[in-house]
DNA sequence: AGACGTTATGCTATGATTGACATAACGAAA
DNA sequence: TTTCGTTATGTCAATCATAGCATAACGTCT
C-alpha cells in the first residue's frame, strides 16, 4: 500500500495553470531553447506541447516564454521573468509536498 | 491563485484502491443500507457504483462491504470491518492533508 | 405462488480528452 | 532568393472514461 497524489496550481476561475506536466516542459524548454526541442525529449508532439503553453498563458494571463521564429537556427522560445519565478516556485513547493506528504503516510499506515 | 490536488492509495500494483470518491461512497452505503440508495444520494448511476465497488475490492484482494440480495426489503449492504478500517483511516489522512496543504500553500505563495 | 427492492452484469451510446496530420509563416544567413 | 528549423493553428481520428439501458437472480414476506 503506498500513496500517490496529483497536485495543481488553479485561476480565479478554477482552471488548472501549472502542473507537473508543464512543470517539466518549461524547464526543458529552458533548457533545450525551443518548444520543438523539449517536446522530442518528452516523446510529446510540438503540438501537444504547444497547445498546452498556449493554454496555460491564456488562463493565466501573462505569457510564460518568449517566442521567436524565423531567423538562424529557425527561431526559439525562452522563458519570461513572470514564468521563470512561478516555475521555481511551484517547483519548490511540490518538492515541499512530496516530503512531507510522505512523512503523513508513515505515520498514519506504516504503524 | 490557489492549489488543488487529488490523493489516493495504491495497491503493489500502482492500481488505485482508494479515493476521495470511494470515500463519499462507502460512507453514504454505511449510512443508507445499500449501494443503491448511496448512489441515488450522490446523483450516480447504481450500474457506475458497483463497477467502482468491484474494481476496489478486486485490486484490494479483500471485501469493502457485506451485500445480501432478496429478503425483506430486497436486502442491502453494510461495511466489512476491514471496509470501515480502510474507510476511516483514509479519512483522517485526507484531512490531515487538506490541513496541511493549504498552510504550506500560505506560506510559498501569500507571501 | 407473487410481489418487491435490492444486488449482479453485459452491452451500447455518448462525450471528452488526446494525438496525429497537414500546412503556413517567419526571418537570418548563405 | 533559397534554405532551414522553428513557431503557429485548424482539422480530423482515435482512444478512453462515463452514463444509461436492459435483464437476471435473490430471498423474505404476504
Redesign the interface.
Same mark, same amino acid.
Given at each position: %500500500? =503506498?500513496?500517490?497524489?496529483?497536485?495543481?496550481?488553479?485561476?480565479?476561475q478554477?482552471e488548472?495553470?501549472m502542473g507537473k506536466g508543464l512543470l517539466v516542459l518549461l524547464s526543458l524548454i529552458e533548457q533545450t531553447g525551443s518548444i520543438n526541442k523539449a517536446a522530442k525529449v518528452l516523446g510529446m508532439s510540438y503540438r501537444a506541447a504547444w497547445g498546452k503553453l498556449n493554454k496555460a498563458e491564456e488562463e493565466l494571463g501573462y505569457d510564460l516564454i518568449e517566442r521567436r521564429s524565423g531567423g538562424r537556427g529557425g527561431g526559439g522560445s525562452r522563458l519570461t521573468e513572470k514564468g521563470n519565478r512561478l516555475l521555481d =516556485?511551484f517547483n =519548490? !513547493?511540490s518538492n =515541499?509536498?512530496d516530503q512531507?506528504?510522505n512523512t %503523513?503516510?508513515l505515520d !498514519?499506515?506504516n504503524k
Open positions: %500500500m =503506498k500513496v500517490n497524489y496529483k497536485i495543481w496550481l488553479e485561476n480565479e478554477g488548472r495553470v =516556485k =519548490k !513547493f =515541499k509536498v512531507e506528504l %503523513m503516510f !498514519f499506515f
